[in-house]
């Protein structure tokens, strides 16, 4: 579904990245997880042709068209109301007006969000601009699901459902995901591979974890596993590891 | 209410002040006076002509100001070419008084309409090119990837994002455009003209009329005003988008 070879990138001079190579097969989870600066948010970028690479290659086996990238912050259209913004992917595809509503419309319906359409974002609470996201790229049915800490500004609860809403979506539909998160939890309980990068400028993949968590995976159930714990001991001290000592 | 009825306050006591002769009635005429001035002034039809004037420089140098300044404004932003030629020469015009250009336009095209309209319109224009110019350039990034990561392309992000995202700018600038489309009209008349509320203004002066003077210079208060609120209902509506504490903040 997607490969990275040997991506190297940056914003001047020095690259933050070199030598970056990563998988996401088709239908899996992958996270990546790394110190703060390490370049997590510049890949993604780079996946989706927002920022050039120095060098290396990214393939994404169904084209970019089939990828759909989650922000951290909702980045909606302000002066869009909620079903213009869910429709707005569709539009620019060309979709006739009345058509791509109507679909919006069933998107904000599977994400809760029915009578809301016709409010502007700066109406609805911070939990209902995530899932009116989240149906903004959905109603373009990627493959490809790109996601940038979506949910790091939301308190707890809302954060852990909606986290097993998008996880029971993406499950059902098999969509490839590649997560970006601080989270060493959340990594671990969504994904089947994480890939820790380590500390950057010059940062790379340092090591990768699979996770045996048999799906569909339940959020809390999932934390409750026999590898779970021994994986994230393990994480924590290699990525405790990993900024303590700056790439050379 | 509360500042509608200080400024009532104020009205009585300086009326009070000027019947009791406390105020020098060639300096500050009683309000009474000035609006019976102005009462005049429509009774007896002498102002009709100037008003029509007056609005029509102001109106048709606020049009023509903000086609100009938004054209260049944008074509600025997203050429860089276009922006090397005309930012500095809106920097320029920026960092001057404008309305001393009033005496070169009246040299360059006489003393009749077109050299108020021209002032108002560079008036409008620089105003209004620095609104578009910043607003472009302070576009929200995020929003731009935003539309690129959903396919859209250079006209999509122009209707998408930068468009509406620059509307706000201009729509808060519209409202002292407003303002500065009637500065440059009566300035350019004040300078020189044989017609409009400066024209009229520049005869008050030259015959110590007070009275005359404070009542024009009332009216075109009041016209501004209108404008003004009219151009800020304009601004809620379109901008109905906008959470409440912006709105408040920009007004």
């Known amino acids: 579904m997607l490969r990275v070879f040997d991506l190297a990138l940056g914003y001047g001079e020095e690259p933050v990245l070199e030598g970056v190579s990563l998988e996401v097969p088709r239908g899996k989870f992958v996270s990546l997880v790394g110190p703060s600066g390490s370049g997590k948010t510049s890949i993604l970028r780079a996946i989706t042709g927002l920022l050039t690479p120095h060098s290396g290659r990214v393939d994404l086996t169904d084209g970019q068209q089939s990828v759909g990238f989650l922000f951290q912050d909702d980045a909606l259209l302000p002066w869009r109301t909620v079903r213009e913004n869910v429709a707005l992917g569709l539009r620019i595809r060309k979709v006739s007006k009345t058509t791509a509503l109507t679909e919006a419309d069933g998107w904000l319906n599977r994400l809760s969000l029915d009578g809301f359409g016709r409010r502007f974002p700066h109406e609805l609470s911070g939990g209902q601009r995530k899932r009116a996201a989240i149906a903004q790229v959905l109603a373009l049915k990627p493959k490809l699901l790109l996601m940038d800490e979506p949910f790091a500004a939301l308190d707890a609860i809302v954060r852990t459902r909606i986290t097993q809403e998008l996880l029971n979506w993406v499950e059902r539909e098999h969509l490839s995901v590649l997560l970006v998160t601080h989270d060493l939890e959340e990594a671990l309980t969504v994904s089947d591979t994480v890939y820790l990068l380590s500390q950057g400028p010059r940062a790379r993949v340092q090591t990768s974890y699979e996770v045996s968590i048999p799906r569909p995976r339940d959020i809390f159930a999932s934390r409750r596993h026999p590898s779970f714990v021994p994986l994230l001991e393990r994480l924590w001290n290699d990525m405790s590891d990993a900024m303590s000592s700056p790439q050379v | ?251």
């Open chain 2, 1 to 251: 209410m509360r500042r509608l009825l200080s400024l009532l306050v104020l009205t009585v006591l300086w009326e009070a002040l000027a019947q009791f002769g406390t105020i020098d009635p060639f300096y500050a005429p009683a309000p009474s006076e000035i609006l019976r001035v102005v009462i005049s002034l429509f009774t007896e039809g002498t102002i009709l002509g100037h008003l029509e004037a007056t609005f029509t420089a102001a109106l048709a140098g606020l049009v023509i100001g903000l086609v100009l300044g938004v054209f260049f404004g944008f074509a600025a932003a997203l050429i860089p070419f276009v922006a090397d030629v005309v930012e500095p020469v809106m920097m320029l015009l920026n960092a001057i008084p404008r309305v001393i250009l009033a005496p070169l336009f009246v040299i360059w095209l006489g003393i009749e309409l077109p050299s108020k309209i021209a002032l108002a319109v560079v008036l409008v224009a620089v105003l209004m090119f620095f609104a578009v110019y910043s607003g472009i350039k302070d576009v929200n990034q995020l929003l731009v990837d935003r539309v690129r990561t959903l396919g859209g392309g250079r006209m999509i992000l122009l209707r998408e994002v930068y468009i509406p995202s620059v509307t706000a700018w201009v729509l808060g600038s519209l409202k002292v455009a407003v303002g500065f489309a009637f500065t440059g009209a009566v300035v350019g008349e004040f300078v020189a003209a044989t017609r409009g509320l400066g024209y009229l203004l520049q005869f008050a002066q030259s015959t110590y009329n007070a009275a005359l003077t404070m009542g024009l210079i009332f009216l075109i208060m009041v016209f501004v005003l209108i404008l003004f609120v009219a151009a800020e209902a304009i601004e809620h509506w379109l901008l109905r988008w906008r959470p409440r504490g912006a709105e408040e903040k920009s007004a």
